[in-house]
């Protein structure tokens, strides 16, 4: 994209312009959509702030099941209008909408079946987002999509004070699973009309990064293929059943990683797709220190050469990318 600036007050001055031309000019800039945009984004921290609000003073769980729908029928409502003025703003409330309705989902779960039935606010954010990403062609309802669907499979996110992790109970499955699901969507994007793509794409790179994590956990603790859904019976039950249950160690992991990173640089740099291959290299240097500190340890010896390769690595990257930018120049 290539934005030009001029200016006007001087150009007037100079005669070059009319001020027709100068008002002409002045209408196709992007100042007037500068100023939506921030206007958009101040209402949509608002409505945030508001229901947070509400949601404090009376936590209930009927209240978020109010606010959720009074913003996605609003969301809706601005939708419908089809003005640019209001997209990112309806946009912005449709998002709040279905979190907040897989939020109460979750919450009413949990009130009523606490200990049962953990499956169904999953099942119920799956179908909302990815209603919602079809319906409203929002790609951070796509992104969504392929974060819920791997809950079902055993991964997610947990936080606690002042740490984050992330969790993958069943490696094999989700690289499998989600290795299709990337697949096929990015097969399906070049045969859908183009309105579809920014979805497909998103949900596909979800997809992808999704892999790579399940990839990353099964090369540190390998992987019991299918212990998510064995028999919750207590430690000795479990020692039990992984004793004759199938286990791919972390080494299988770790070497079919390098190979499916090094495929997916082959084909991101052959295919000029350079999010693929980018993102491939990225995970592989992630793989590299990864086994070179959980192999050799933290020592001063192995810091000072990480050290020194990530310098050569951040250098090979930014070539790397840019020669990929030369490439697809010359063929465009």
Not at 91 to 119: F, R, Y
Request: contains cysteine; proline residues 2%.
């Amino acid at each position: 994209m290539t934005k030009i600036s001029l200016d006007l007050d001087r150009l007037l001055k100079e005669d070059k312009i009319s001020q027709q031309e100068a008002d002409h000019l002045l209408s196709l800039s992007d100042g007037k959509k500068r100023a939506g945009l921030f206007a958009n984004l101040f209402m949509i921290l608002g409505a945030i702030a508001v229901s947070t609000g509400v949601l404090a003073l009376q936590p209930s769980a009927i209240v978020g099941l109010i606010l959720a729908t009074a913003s996605l029928g609003l969301g809706y409502y601005l939708f419908q209008i089809k003005s640019e003025e209001w997209r990112i703003l309806s946009h912005g409330l449709i998002v709040i909408g279905c979190l907040g309705l897989a939020g109460w989902t979750a919450w009413q779960s949990q009130e009523v079946w606490p200990d049962k039935m953990n499956w169904l606010p999953q099942i119920v954010a799956l179908v909302l987002f990815t209603g919602g990403a079809a319906f409203f062609k929002q790609p951070f309802l796509a992104a969504l999509v392929p974060l819920a669907f791997g809950s079902l499979i055993g991964s997610g996110t947990m936080y606690w004070h002042a740490s984050y992790a992330i969790f993958v109970r069943e490696c094999l499955v989700t690289i499998i699973v989600f290795s299709a699901i990337a697949g096929g969507l990015y097969y399906c994007r070049e045969k859908l009309h183009k309105k579809w793509h920014s979805v497909t794409t998103m949900a596909a790179r979800v997809s992808f990064f999704m892999i790579n994590f399940a990839f990353w956990v099964g090369s540190l603790w390998g992987d019991y293929v299918f212990e998510l859904w064995s028999s919750d019976d207590g430690w000795r039950a479990a020692q039990a059943w992984r004793e004759q249950a199938l286990h791919v160690p972390e080494s299988v992991f770790s070497f079919a990683w390098a190979i499916f990173l090094g495929v997916c640089i082959w084909l991101g740099t052959k295919d000029y797709r350079r999010f693929l291959a980018n993102t491939a290299v990225t995970f592989l240097a992630i793989h590299f220190y990864t086994q070179l500190f959980e192999t050799f340890g933290a020592n001063p010896i192995v810091l000072v050469t990480s050290g020194l390769t990530m310098l050569g690595a951040a250098f090979g990257v930014t070539r790397f990318d840019r020669w990929q930018k030369e490439r697809i120049a010359k063929t465009n």
